[in-house]
């Protein structure tokens, strides 16, 4: 009873108290289109993405029902950083839902415009409204309608006191003074920055914060500037490799439970607080604690059962320690065992190669950065020998996987076989044509025959001509296969991504062969600077049962560093002697690996190996399933250069579509 | 025979020829008709050295920039006649040298665009010259040194070009075929020509002078084009050209409204995705105040 009157109250107050206007919001998946396009139109970087904000605390005055209710404490405000644009899940500030959804416009304007190298996050906005206002003249009357409506909300500073009074006082007029400034008063702005008190005490001696200061109401056509990144930057430098592997992993253990793509702040710090006991307390007793003392910290197992995610949601800033010693026994063990020991491992075959990597913060390609092995898996006669076993457990997967997907794909391989085929250009010649190269006599005869007798008109061009059909393909494939730890997913119901990309490699295969064209077919996957290129079928070697085996032997793990497998793959094709060549990449998401090898400098060494790619005369393609693709790829691989599989099933289909689409122009 | 190819000639050529069956459209060759062409870096002094020098020029850029409008111009200003070739998939080398027609009881051997460009003197310039079939490049390659003879193997004649004759190729190097490219080889023949979008300024003069727009519109039509050309690559294939600016710019100096005329000039131009185009026309109305 007490818990039901409880809820009820909660409901009732929160409603009363409740200030934004429910009817009229927008939330942003709405217009997250519109938003990007307009970002980006207004020269903010293509690779910032535009995600939901996480809630902050907020300043402010709030109403005595807001207080009893516990609300306006916290909101989510827009923020900018180097790599995403957060803005408020839903906007339900004004009553006008037009006006709220302007406002998500308006904040991608603002956010394109926002020069995050300025001081003081006054400042930056004023200028990036300034410059935004500049850019896009179309955008005046909306942003006069939104000042107007949102200067009527803010409290009026005589009500504030100390700095909050200043404060709120600098922003009124700088609102103000914007809106005059659409009236055609461009001195006005400066004026204000001139006589504002607060603009003017020491501009330099500190830098001002980007940040929204706590102690006036937010904003809501500002953003703010993210500091933190850059100090956190600063200490990653040279992240501590246990730690980095086990927050992977725990990522990997939650991205099946949920999708969360928040924004949330964080910050590196360190982990100063030494719990690990007492030493040198009591003389007598430090004996003792020398031996019992074990570096244990237990803060890991101690944890109750809760929901993490919602606890990340309220937490104003996450801390990422940086913890050397400590890490949970559990999930280092797990980890190792990933590795595959020397003889288990697949065979290597030859000697590393050292490829180099774009570092996108300094604009250059540093030498050396990676190493890239091939390996070969291992026949399984070998497997046989080496443990002596005739019912190897692991062989007998390998021959039923064989056979299953032998029965399985016989159809669609034979159709895809069958339509490969038709592009197996021969010399030919086409009769009957109104105009070619040469005339046909057999055709001059009967036309003239006809013309003779009288009876049919004809008209200006009879088809008496014949034409030589183009022919000559001169075409090499390189197919990449991503075979990193992802692919361990399941993709449909019954298949995990990896079956998906073997049956694929299989009818390509097999097609591939009815066409003729050579090609080399590789799976890659990578730790850290070390990638592991498997061969499963050269250029020099058939499309055979040893390939075949091959195909049925990969398994996923480990990372996906795209631009190295692409450069390794760029070397293959650019030995090849055919005019024209075709990577073709087949993967499942983006680039990733434990070194920083995530988010955009994953994004900018893929990017830049393409383009190398492309300087060297190939054509990269990339065929992914994942449906998120489209935010990205086009960035890596230009809108022409890739495809999206909507449906995963479909893979060994649409990607055999791809390459008849890509190579029917090459006659 | 006009439905292969279509080209055109800014002055009747032979009018025996036009007989034949090919469009020719006669254009007076009074100085005053010089088509309208805004110089943007040189290009009008490099193409008279390269016509002085008998050599071909290969004319790249994105589509809608201002190639085939620069060979006219330039054409006009030389004085030559220009024959114009839009190249596709299935035009052959027969296509452009000749062949024998059929004429009453016997055939008439009939020459192609480029074998009378080069017996007249002319200006041949082929469109998108990647397009055409790989056998074009055999009769493009002597002609394009410093043999500048055109073999017609049908007839054995080998015909030496006469001094006046001018190759002029073009392609767009950012095409979607991702196969279709030009050989290095014969590349590497040609004086090459870059050519981008102009600079706002001159961009705006253009809109201005082809559209009969006034300065104000004009600007702003060219502060569109500069939004939407940062949406290249990431959003949408190919961006707004000037060409379409044009259009647009006519559309709103005939009196349509100008979001109206934008949205059809210019977004549903450059798209046929809905969700696509409806984010381009908000961007479109940022910047164009209703």
């Known amino acids: 009873m007490e818990e039901w009157v409880g809820e009820r109250w909660h409901r009732f107050i929160w409603r009363a108290a409740d200030a934004s206007y429910r009817e009229a919001a927008v939330e942003l998946e709405e217009v997250t289109r519109a938003v990007q396009m307009l970002f980006r139109a207004g020269g903010g970087d293509p690779l910032v993405r535009v995600v939901p904000a996480t809630e902050q605390k907020i300043g402010g005055p709030r109403g005595w029902l807001q207080k009893v209710a516990g609300q306006g404490e916290r909101a989510a405000l827009s923020t900018l950083d180097e790599e995403t644009l957060a803005l408020p899940p839903v906007i339900a500030v004004f009553p006008d839902k037009e006006l709220n959804r302007d406002l998500y416009l308006w904040l991608a304007a603002q956010g394109a415009c926002l020069d995050v190298t300025r001081d003081g996050w006054l400042e930056q906005n004023m200028a990036a409204t300034r410059h935004a206002l500049e850019r896009f003249p179309g955008l005046k009357g909306r942003y006069a309608r939104l000042v107007r409506a949102h200067l009527a909300q803010r409290p009026p500073p005589g009500r504030l006191r100390g700095g909050a009074r200043e404060m709120e006082q600098a922003i009124q007029d700088t609102l103000r003074a914007s809106l005059a400034d659409l009236a055609g008063a461009t001195e006005q702005m400066a004026e204000v920055h001139a006589s504002s008190p607060l603009l003017n005490t020491s501009p330099h001696s500190t830098p001002l914060p980007t940040t929204q200061p706590a102690t006036v109401a937010p904003v809501w056509l500002w953003l703010q500037a993210s500091e933190t990144l850059q100090t956190a930057e600063s200490t990653a430098q040279e992240p501590d490799p246990e730690a980095e592997k086990n927050k992977k992993q725990q990522e990997e253990d939650q991205k099946p439970i949920k999708q969360d793509t928040k924004r949330r702040r964080a910050q590196r710090t360190e982990d100063s607080t030494s719990k690990d006991g007492l030493m040198m307390f009591f003389r007598l007793e430090s004996f003792l604690s020398w031996s019992e003392f074990v570096r244990v910290n237990r803060t890991g197992d101690d944890e109750d059962n809760q929901d993490y995610s919602k606890v990340a949601d309220d937490m104003e800033e996450l801390h990422l320690a940086h913890r050397q010693p400590g890490e949970t026994l559990a999930a280092r063990i797990k980890f190792d065992l990933d590795l595959p020991s020397a003889s288990a491992d697949d065979l290597p075959a030859g000697e590393g190669d050292p490829l180099p990597e774009w570092d996108y913060k300094q604009a250059a390609l540093l030498p050396d950065r990676c190493r890239v092995q091939r390996f070969r898996a291992r026949a399984p006669e070998e497997f046989a020998t080496e443990s002596e076993q005739v019912d190897d457990p692991a062989q007998a997967a390998l021959a039923a996987q064989l056979a299953s997907s032998d029965s399985r794909l016989r159809r669609t391989s034979r159709q895809v076989r069958r339509r490969f085929e038709a592009l197996r250009a021969a010399p030919r010649w086409q009769h009957g044509l109104t105009q070619g190269d040469e005339l046909n006599l057999d055709d001059w005869v009967r036309f003239q025959v006809d013309r003779r007798s009288g009876g049919t008109l004809h008209g200006e061009s009879p088809a008496i001509f014949s034409r030589r059909v183009k022919s000559g393909r001169s075409l090499s494939t390189v197919m990449l296969a991503d075979l990193s730890l992802s692919t361990d997913a399941y993709a449909t119901q019954q298949a995990r991504v990896i079956d998906l990309v073997r049956d694929t490699l299989f009818v390509f295969g097999d097609a591939l062969e009815g066409v003729g064209d050579p090609f080399e077919m590789l799976g890659f996957s990578s730790v850290r600077r070390s990638i592991r290129i498997h061969e499963i079928k050269r250029f020099s070697e058939s499309w055979d049962e040893g390939a075949r085996q091959r195909v049925a032997a990969i398994r996923p793990g480990f990372y996906t560093r795209m631009g190295a497998a692409i450069r390794h793959a760029t070397r293959r094709l650019a030995e090849r002697p055919e005019r024209q060549r075709l990577l073709l990449l087949l993967s499942d998401g983006k680039p990733n690996d434990l070194d920083h090898y995530e988010g955009r400098h994953g994004l900018e060494d893929t990017r830049h190996a393409v383009h190398e790619a492309r300087q060297a005369g190939l054509t990269p393609f990339c065929v992914t399933i994942d449906q998120t693709a489209n935010a990205y790829l086009p960035r890596l691989f230009g809108t022409n250069g890739y495809a999206l599989v909507h449906r995963p099933e479909q893979l060994a289909r649409a990607l055999t579509q791809v390459y008849v689409r890509l190579t029917a122009a090459a006659r | ?290």
Request: with cysteine; net charge negative.
């Open chain 2, 1 to 290: 025979m006009p439905s292969a190819y279509e080209f055109l000639a800014a002055r009747a050529v032979n009018s025996a020829i036009m007989n034949a069956g090919y469009r020719t459209e006669p254009s007076s060759a009074v100085a005053s008709a010089i088509p309208f062409y805004a110089e943007q870096a040189g290009e009008c002094r490099l193409f008279e050295h390269a016509y002085q020098q008998k050599l071909p020029v290969l004319l790249k850029g994105p589509t809608g920039c201002g190639k085939t409008r620069f060979v006219e111009h330039m054409a006009a200003r030389l004085g030559r006649p220009l024959i114009t070739v839009s190249c596709h998939d299935d035009l052959t080398a027969a296509d452009l040298v000749g062949r024998y027609l059929i004429g009453d009881g016997n055939t008439v051997w009939n020459d192609g665009p480029l074998a009378r460009a080069v017996r007249t003197g002319a200006i041949c310039y082929l469109d998108e010259v990647v397009e055409a079939r790989k056998d074009t490049t055999v009769v493009l390659h002597p002609l394009a040194d410093d043999r500048r003879v055109l073999p017609i193997e049908r007839t054995g004649e080998e015909l030496q070009a006469s001094p006046e004759f001018m190759l002029v190729v073009s392609y767009n190097p950012g095409y979607q075929n991702l196969l279709k490219n030009l050989k290095p080889s014969t590349r590497q023949r040609f004086v090459a020509l870059v050519f981008d979008y102009p600079e706002p300024e001159i961009e705006r003069r253009i809109v201005e002078a082809e559209s009969g727009a006034d300065a104000v519109l004009s600007a702003r039509l060219v502060k569109l084009a500069a939004a939407l050309r940062r949406l290249t690559d990431q959003d949408l294939e190919e961006t707004v050209s000037t060409r379409l600016l044009v259009v647009a710019a006519r559309l709103i100096v005939a009196g349509l409204p100008e979001p109206e005329a934008c949205r059809a000039a210019i977004v549903d131009a450059l798209t046929d995705d809905g969700e696509t185009a409806a984010a381009l026309n908000e961007v479109v109305q940022a910047v164009i105040s209703q």
